[in-house]
């Protein structure tokens, strides 16, 4: 995921969108609805096209170049540039205003389910793109406007050498053994157990992507849509949060979460400083490259699932990254349509970057070697209802896909603030009760 922000935060589902006005943009008008469908002779497809990303990183250091020699040599004739941009939600949504925001990009979140059709190219019918996984995130009435660029798993990025020096091999099967860890972490090496990244915040909203791991249920998401309470006793949500909170509660986290550094916390991890963060599969490779890169030993950084099991077994809820979709005022449509295929079936992008393909049928990468070895049940997290979920997360005010409640309750944990836990979540189930009723009459 490189190393920036506004790339590791919206990774994962995480990338639900935050419901803007971007209906009435200019950029919107005199859409046609004509398909972005796979050129039949890539010797035929020409022209330039652009491609926007928000991985800076890879645009700079000439990977994301080394990938437009290989697409050419089967599709000769098409010449790709890409435009990497750091403040890519707040850059892309300007641009959308117009008609010039790139042939090939991925979907901000500030963009309205509903309303992608009036930017994006249909790439097909659901069954057309079932050979893809996610593809429900991008469905409007049963035409897919984008790709998932790669899916991710959830957990804790852990070292491995230091959790083995505090006593613990086996991952923690419950929220409780999980703490015990942490405990024996912290007072036979004198680590810190548990860094939250409080002050970059966006790590905090990877905490949401384990929805659905919890209970082993595919459906977890679609199920928030209504007046359903998720904080309460038994909720998924409540499940996630509260183990957050016992964790600064109890001490187990940085003292001073305000002083978090992201950058940093790579090294701490792979040099035994920090035990264990939550965030996406997609970091693993970071984390090692990090340690190959300082000396340390890559073999140390591990991937443990969320501690909770379902008959005995682990589960891993995989959702996707930003999704690729065409412009809908492409004047280059076969040939975008050429980029957004190869890359996700042929370029081999997420096999090294260690995510999860796109691809049903495509294997799982080595990152989650463990996980396969250790039959974690895998399903793909159904995103059918992202739409309405956004409506009232966002009507609620909450955030289940920003830093802020998160951070409120860390403080809460802490001290920082006053009211107890249970107040904290009931205070969520109310709103988000009173939104869904709102949002839905």
Known sequence: MGNKKTTTALSGAVLVAVTLALSACGGGGGATGEVAAPPADPKEVSGEIKVLTQRTDLAQNGTLEKYAAEFNKIYPKVKVTFDGITDYEGEVKIRMNTKSYGDVLFIPGAVAKNDYPKFFAPLGTTEELSKYRFSDKTEVDGKVYGIAQFGTANGFVYNK????????????????????GLKAVK????????YTNFKDGWP???????????????QASNKLAGPVSPWKEGGELRTIDGLLHDIVKQGLSEKDPTTTNWENSKLLLADGKIGAMMLGSWSITQMQGVAK???????????????????????AALVSDYQQAVNVHSDNKPAARAWVDWFTEKSGFAQKEGVVSAVKSAPMPATLKEFVDNDVIFFDRSEAKTAAVNDIDDAAEIGLNKQDYRQKLIDTARGAEKGSLEDFFAGLNKRWDEAAKTVGS
Do not use: H, R
């Open 204 to 218: 905090l909203v990877q905490w949401t992507a384990n929805n659905g791991s919890v209970g082993c249920d595919a």
């Open 187 to 194: 007072d036979k090496t004198g680590a810190t157990p548990y």
């Open 161 to 180: 050498a230091l959790w083995k020096k505090a006593g613990v091999t086996a991952w923690p099967k419950t929220p409780q053994e999980f703490i015990a």
């Open 293 to 315: 890169d300082s000396g340390l030993n890559p073999e140390d950084i591990g991937f443990m699932p969320f501690p909770v099991q379902k008959d005995g077994k682990f589960c």
